[in-house]
């Protein structure tokens, strides 16, 4: 079957097996008669893949016993003020700004504490990440936020093996599972699925459990870390059919490899278009600095606004979807998830080259 070459940056794209299994199961799931999107989210058979969803989870980013895998509802940002409302301690939390959704949090961070930011590039049009030794932080923060891959300027912590002197919080919402990392260093992390995981509608969260303590009585219960904790996140009703495509992807996911392997397809992938721009001779610029380079969403820039937008006209003529900038920053962007596959880099690296040939 053709399928799109899909550089969209959330929803994105899929494994083709996980679809393809979908399709398989949706009129008969495992001999119910019955779509999984039918069943009882207290019936046995969706519980099993509830929990097999959250044990892959467990198993492919080896997240230890102290924390608790959640899945949840309202996207990453509801993460932005649940939050605060949860882990305030004295009511100032540390905010690195590394690009738009890390200021988004902090906006929301704004309305219930007085964080600060003890770190930014923001002067310098969020090219790069700031160096540790740049940071500015302390153990009297609540806590610290980090956003680990900035989707929009497609700048990427290299390195997550942070020791950070207060609780450390990130939103790895775009790159989630591309790579392995010390998930023991955090005491919270959080990520939409639609992007590295699954559809969008379930949001993953990873808590520390002791971090719970701090959340005040008189925070709604839904908004409670350990509501969704002490119910195995089926308190309420969960969103049944994303937590079943979470689980296709994740079982992709261990058959590839796990987190190793998708670092390797991911390093492979994204060479094929950093190589691509950096052997252009200035015709394409990349946005992000070469030492902060995202391995998920690669921007980058044409000599003029106008060829930027041929290059967008031609290539979605091509069958090339998605590369657009976002909205605020303009320019290109090639978001390069899990599932995309290098051949699908490889077409849009000679796509790039013959554009170039023809109007360099
Ligand atoms: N954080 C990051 C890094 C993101 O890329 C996005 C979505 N593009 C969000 C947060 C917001 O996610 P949602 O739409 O799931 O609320």
């Known amino acids: 079957m053709v399928r799109a070459h899909n550089f969209n940056a959330g929803p994105?794209?899929?494994?083709?097996?996980?679809?393809?299994q979908a399709k398989d199961e949706l009129?008969?799931?495992?001999h119910t008669e019955m779509s999984v999107m039918e069943l009882?989210?207290?019936?046995?058979?969706?519980?099993?893949v509830h929990h097999a969803a959250k044990d892959l989870l467990r198993e492919l980013l080896n997240v230890p016993d102290t924390h608790d895998i959640l899945l949840l509802q309202g996207g990453a940002s509801l993460q932005f003020p649940m939050i605060p409302m949860?882990?305030?301690?004295?009511?100032?939390?540390?905010?690195?700004?590394?690009?738009?959704?890390?200021e988004k949090?902090?906006?929301?961070?704004?309305?219930l504490a007085h964080p600060y930011t003890g770190g930014s590039t923001k002067d310098e049009q969020y090219r790069r990440i700031p160096h540790t030794s740049e940071l500015n932080w302390s153990n009297t923060d609540d806590y610290i936020h980090i956003t680990s891959n900035n989707t929009i300027y497609g700048t990427q912590w290299q390195d997550l093996a942070l020791d950070a002197p207060a609780p450390l919080i990130a939103d790895m919402s775009s790159d989630i599972l591309s790579r392995p990392f010390p998930v023991?260093?955090?005491?919270?992390?959080?990520?939409?699925?639609?992007?590295n995981l699954g559809p969008s509608g379930v949001t993953i969260v990873i808590a520390e459990r002791s971090m719970y303590e701090r959340t005040p009585e008189h925070t709604p219960t839904l908004l409670r870390y350990d509501t969704h904790a002490d119910k195995d996140s089926l308190y309420h009703t969960p969103p049944t059919f994303a937590i079943y495509m979470l689980y296709q992807v994740l079982s992709w996911v261990k058959e590839n490899g796990g987190a190793e392997g998708m670092a390797k397809r991911n390093d492979e992938k994204a060479a094929v278009l950093y190589d691509t721009i950096d052997n252009s001779g200035g015709f394409y610029t990349?946005?992000?600095?070469?030492?902060?380079?995202?391995?998920?969403?690669?921007?980058?820039?044409?000599?003029?606004?106008?060829?930027?937008?041929?290059?967008?006209?031609?290539?979605?003529?091509?069958?090339?979807?998605?590369?657009?900038?976002?909205?605020?920053?303009?320019?290109?962007?090639?978001s390069i998830y899990n599932a995309v596959p290098l051949e699908t880099c490889e077409a849009l690296r000679s796509f790039m080259k013959d554009f170039q040939a023809k109007h360099g």
């Open 27 to 30: 009129m008969n799931f495992r």
């Open 184 to 195: 023991e260093n955090y005491q919270l992390i959080y990520a939409g699925a639609q992007k």
């Open 86 to 102: 949860n882990f305030l301690t004295k009511g100032q939390p540390n905010y690195i700004l590394t690009g738009s959704w890390s």
């Open 105 to 111: 949090a902090l906006k929301e961070a704004k309305l």
């Open 286 to 334: 990349g946005h992000a600095a070469a030492d902060s380079r995202s391995h998920m969403n690669v921007t980058f820039n044409l000599p003029s606004e106008e060829l930027n937008q041929t290059f967008l006209a031609e290539a979605k003529d091509a069958g090339f979807i998605g590369l657009n900038g976002h909205r605020s920053v303009g320019g290109c962007r090639a």
């Open 40 to 48: 009882s989210h207290r019936s046995q058979d969706y519980e099993q």
């Open 12 to 20: 994105a794209a899929l494994p083709d097996q996980a679809l393809a």
